[in-house]
């Protein structure tokens, strides 16, 4: 038989089971604040992941303007971009030709034309191709004066490319010393604009 509860017992048994309710709640809100915290935690870390991702990324472009800026300023002070620099490519043309000693250089170049943009790759899009074409007509000793003309417009302000050459011996028959070599060549001169299309929609 269980023996009589006392009151001392009941209020003893009572403030044991408001302390088991008071402990029970603390573990359950301690462990509701500890997924809170970690949630927030990992919430955090994530953003972080985000920002330093951003901070990379705008680095990088930054470093990539940089890059293609100072690409751009090159080409621009090497007369690529912009208007063409004849009076530079004529210079170079006579001193060559003047260290060398060379009797005969005649030179001509055409009017400058745009090249259709139907030729142009779609990823040039918005830019303005331009050519003109020079001719080099040339008495000479040897090729090597040819050479040092076409190194030599290397260094000139501009693009060009040479779209054709014919070398030949003025006399087949007999060796003779001096300037016995023609030279005709047709070089393509190139320079680079941005369009009004291209600027329309970059706006």
Request: charged share 25%.
């Amino acid at each position: 038989m269980f023996e009589r509860i006392t009151p001392e017992l009941a209020r003893a048994l009572i403030v044991f089971a408001i302390m088991l309710v008071i402990s029970l709640v603390m573990v359950l809100a301690s462990s509701a604040y500890l997924t809170q915290v970690s949630d927030e935690q990992m919430a955090a870390k994530r953003a972080m992941r985000i920002w330093q991702t951003k901070i990379d990324n705008s680095v990088e472009n930054n470093q990539i303007i940089d890059e293609f800026e100072s690409n751009f300023l090159r080409l621009v002070n090497q007369g690529v971009v912009g208007d063409e620099d004849r009076l530079s490519w004529f210079e170079t043309i006579q001193n060559t030709a003047r260290k060398r000693n060379m009797p005969l250089v005649k030179y001509s170049i055409s009017t400058q034309k745009s090249l259709d943009a139907q030729n142009i790759k779609r990823e040039f899009q918005g830019i303005n191709v331009y050519k003109s074409v020079m001719t080099l007509d040339i008495d000479m000793a040897h090729e090597g004066d040819l050479f040092a003309i076409l190194n030599d417009l290397k260094k000139a302000d501009g693009l060009f490319a040479i779209d054709s050459c014919d070398i030949e011996k003025i006399n087949k028959d007999i060796q003779i010393e001096g300037n016995n070599m023609k030279a005709y060549c047709e070089l393509g001169w190139y320079t680079f604009k941005g369009s009004n299309a291209g600027r329309k929609d970059a706006g």
